[in-house]
């Protein structure tokens, strides 16, 4: 494996040689150029090159050394060779004297080809070099061109600057004529503004009166219709108070008129008997005061209807005439009056029934005196509930009477109001149309400082119009003035930029030049230093080919004792591993594979009556640790346990045997 490994650096390092070489000359110009990038790099790595140099010398005394030595060792070869007895130990050495130069060969082939990366890094920082040059050599012609250009644009704008800045002067002049004329309406527009600002303070202050007492119309307009509203409300409730006055009015007129009819009818009863007549002729002759009231109370009972009347003749009139509340007071007076006489009318009324029944029973039979009197009580009994009811009435008209009179003088109260209202009211439009004609007189005069104001705004836009063209133009020119100057600034610098970028790029060039001057010297260096060692490893190999056809040899026969021991090994069919011969020199590897259906039992002892630890796994390999006399075999298991399985539970996958061979012979012996 040394040998092939071996054969196959030195093909490698020969083929990178001679292709290193073949690319070298077919591209010498191309490799000149980068060479040269490299003469840079090369002066800085002298020390290196100094030091590998005493490198080499010192690989060349241990190759001159090893050379002898080599030598040396193909004599000892040859009387190895000669003396068979001998050749165990000769091969010991030479196998390690074979290890010693194949490491030395190792040694060189890994400096060698430390070497060959250094003359790559060196040629690829060459080649990277020269390409930095003609980058920075046709970056700095690209610059130049741009300072050129730069330069010929900076010369254009200043004459365009110098055309704008004439332009703009004559333009100045021209604003400031139109300024001087601007300004002279400007003063003009002013005193019109002051005067128009006077007359509308005027105008202002005049519609700020008028409103205010706008206002004040407002107000009493409304607390006149307020007040228009209350009379008509009070209007109404009296309305409503003399329906229900002429109402009760009414029923006390039936009432009165129920009184009498009972009069009438309680008289007719007393004059029936003579008796009674009799009696009351008497009564009448010994009470003549009692007729005399009868009288007066019958003439006062005829009389009270027009009373009534009068009443009822009243509350139409407050209906129709609410203002004539002291004719209705009056009446309402009259009507107090007239109840007292249907009360007087009433109270004499029992007494005289009373007496004519007393009396009538003197006259009659004891039966006509007894329902005379009773018809006489239940008569009486009606007249002072009926007498009742009317004062009750009487009560009530006063009441609304009296309410009648509290309505009345409040709408006459709320009727002179309204009317003193009126009069302001009257009074305050007389002032405002006063007014209103003042502000006419002032908004005409407005008008016409207005139409003037308007002709000097409108000069002064025209004016202002032109100034603001021509100020814009001067504003437009002098930006172009500025961008102008700007721009020739900034091409300035960046033509000092780029005329300092060329002299550092003219700087870089000739640093890299110099670089690639060294780098090329080293890889020169470097190649022989490379060829020097090619020949050394070509040397080594040729030592080390003879060693290794020896070891071939010697492998050789290690292989027949192996095939012998195998044979042997494999004849006896109650062979176990206790069998083998106690030596060091031979190791016996045998692997059992199970098969893949299940997982077989693994048992205590190796018989199928055994007790079972546990289970191989399908397909899993095992290393046999010993075989039984019956052909089982002992494995572990994945969780460490040992035990045996039977060679029916799968196949021996393999069987190896490695020798030692520096004891082989005596092994093998020891097997035959």
């Not at 390092?13 to 790099?41: H, K, M, P």
């Not at 019958?298 to 005439?321: D, G, I, K, V």
């Not at 009994?381 to 009441?399: P, S």
Request: glycine share 2%; aromatic share 2%.
């Amino acid at each position: 494996m040394k040998k092939s490994l071996s054969v196959a650096i030195i093909s490698v390092l020969s083929v990178l040689v001679i292709v290193f070489c073949a690319l070298y000359i077919t591209n010498n110009q191309r490799s000149s150029e980068q060479i040269d990038a490299l003469n840079g790099e090369v002066a800085d790595q002298a020390g290196q090159i100094a030091a590998m140099s005493n490198d080499v010398a010192k690989k060349n005394s241990e190759i001159e050394a090893l050379q002898a030595d080599v030598a040396e060792k193909e004599n000892q070869i040859k009387t190895l060779n000669a003396d068979a007895a001998d050749k165990d130990g000769r091969i010991e050495t030479l196998s390690a004297d074979a290890a010693d130069k194949q490491q030395q060969i190792d040694t060189l082939t890994a400096d060698a080809a430390n070497k060959q990366q250094q003359i790559d890094t060196l040629t690829a920082d060459a080649a990277d070099k020269q390409q930095q040059v003609e980058t920075l050599t046709a970056d700095a012609a690209d610059k130049q061109q741009q300072i050129d250009t730069l330069s010929a644009d900076a010369a254009d704008k200043q004459q365009q600057i110098d055309t704008l800045s004439a332009d703009a002067a004559d333009k100045q002049q021209q604003i400031d004529t139109l300024s001087a004329d601007a300004a002279d309406k400007q003063q003009q527009i002013d005193t019109l503004n002051a005067d128009a600002a006077d007359k509308q303070q005027q105008i202002d202050t005049l519609s700020a009166d008028a409103a205010n007492k706008q206002q004040q119309i407002d107000t009493l307009t409304a607390d006149a219709e307020n007040k228009n509203a209350r009379i008509d409300s009070l209007t109404a409730d009296n309305e409503a108070k003399a329906k229900e006055i002429e109402t009760l009015q009414e029923e006390v007129r039936k009432l009165v008129g129920q009184i009498e009819a009972l009069r009438a009818e309680t008289g007719e009863k007393a004059a029936l008997p003579e008796a009674a007549s009799q009696t009351m002729t008497a009564q009448t002759e010994t009470d003549p005061q009692s007729g005399t009231e009868k009288a007066e109370t019958a003439a006062q009972t005829e009389t009270a209807p027009p009373s009534m009347t009068a009443q009822t003749e009243t509350a139409a009139q407050t209906e129709t005439a609410s203002p004539s509340t002291t004719a209705q007071t009056e009446s309402a007076a009259q009507t107090e009056t007239a109840s007292p006489s249907v009360t007087a009318q009433t109270e004499p009324a029992s007494p005289s029934a009373t007496a004519q029944a007393e009396t009538a029973p003197q006259s009659g039979t004891e039966q006509d005196k007894t329902a005379a009197e009773a018809a006489a009580a239940a008569q009486a009994e009606q007249i002072e509930a009926l007498t009742a009811e009317v004062k009750e009435k009487d009560e009530q008209i006063a009441v609304l009477t009296k309410n009648l009179e509290d309505s009345g003088s409040q709408i006459t109260t709320l009727q002179a109001e309204v009317e003193e209202k009126n009069s302001q009211i009257a009074v305050l439009n007389q002032d405002i149309a006063e007014k209103s004609e003042k502000m006419d007189t002032l908004s005409a005069e407005l008008a016409g400082l207005t139409e003037q104001l308007e002709t000097m705004k409108t000069d002064a836009s025209a004016s202002a119009g032109q100034i603001c063209a021509l100020e814009a133009d001067v504003a437009e020119k002098t930006a172009q003035i500025v961008a102008l100057q700007t721009d020739v600034t900034e091409k300035t610098a960046q033509i000092e930029t780029l005329q300092t970028d060329v002299s550092t790029k003219a700087g870089q060039i000739e640093t890299l030049n110099a670089e690639v001057d060294d780098t090329s010297r080293q890889v020169a260096a470097l190649q022989a230093d490379v060829t020097e060692k090619a020949a050394q490893i070509d040397t080594l190999n040729k030592d080390v080919q003879e060693l290794k056809d020896l070891q071939e040899h010697n492998a050789t026969q290690v292989e027949e004792l192996k095939s012998l021991f195998m044979s042997t090994f494999a004849s006896s069919s109650a062979n176990t591993l206790s069998n083998l011969p106690d030596s060091d020199a031979v190791t016996v590897i045998k692997r059992f594979k199970v098969r893949a259906i299940d997982n077989p039992n693994v048992r205590k002892h190796p018989s199928i009556y055994a007790e079972g630890i546990g289970h191989a796994t399908s397909s899993v390999v095992y290393e046999i640790l010993d075989i039984s006399e019956n052909g089982w075999y002992k494995i572990r298991l994945d969780n460490g346990r040992i035990g045996w399985i039977s060679p029916a539970m799968g196949e021996l996958e393999a069987l190896e045997f490695n020798f030692d061979p520096n004891v082989l012979p005596d092994a093998a012996d020891s097997a035959k």
